[in-house]
């Protein structure tokens, strides 16, 4: 049973290095600003030519600032929606999908962090 008292970091069982490395990722979203003040660098997106809801979506796909249990979890989940995006055309029913395969993919981590937390 997860305490309601619990930081995220302890109900994730996230240790101090993976709270710094989520911290520093926090920092590369889009309107973030960095510690200094100065926005980051954009990285390459290799989605840029796509709709705008679709790379909104893409977007919680992402897994390398989860614990590596949970990036088992949600690394087939992302190639399969990365998958989707290049052999779909954007349009409301991709976008759909996406945002179910994203409820599934959370569904999933939540079962994986419950497992855990009951052994």
């Given at each position: 049973?997860?305490?309601?008292?619990?930081?995220?970091?302890?109900?994730?069982?996230?240790?101090?290095?993976?709270?710094?490395?989520?911290?520093?990722?926090?920092?590369?979203?889009?309107?973030?600003?960095?510690?200094?003040?100065?926005?980051?660098?954009?990285?390459?997106?290799?989605?840029?030519?796509?709709?705008?809801?679709?790379?909104?979506m893409?977007q919680?796909?992402?897994?390398?600032?989860?614990?590596?249990?949970l990036?088992?979890?949600?690394?087939?989940?992302?190639?399969?929606?990365?998958?989707?995006?290049?052999?779909?055309?954007?349009?409301?029913?991709?976008?759909?999908?996406?945002?179910?395969?994203?409820?599934?993919?959370?569904?999933l981590?939540?079962?994986?962090?419950?497992?855990?937390s009951?052994?």
């Open positions: 049973m997860i305490d309601p008292n619990q930081s995220v970091d302890e109900i994730l069982g996230l240790t101090e290095e993976e709270t710094e490395g989520l911290d520093s990722w926090l920092q590369t979203l889009p309107g973030a600003q960095a510690a200094e003040g100065a926005p980051p660098e954009p990285e390459e997106d290799p989605w840029e030519w796509r709709h705008p809801a679709t790379r909104h893409l919680f796909f992402t897994y390398d600032h989860l614990p590596p249990h990036q088992d979890i949600s690394r087939p989940v992302c190639e399969l929606a990365q998958l989707m995006v290049e052999m779909i055309e954007d349009g409301p029913e991709l976008t759909v999908g996406l945002r179910f395969l994203l409820q599934g993919k959370d569904a981590a939540r079962a994986a962090l419950l497992n855990t009951t052994r």
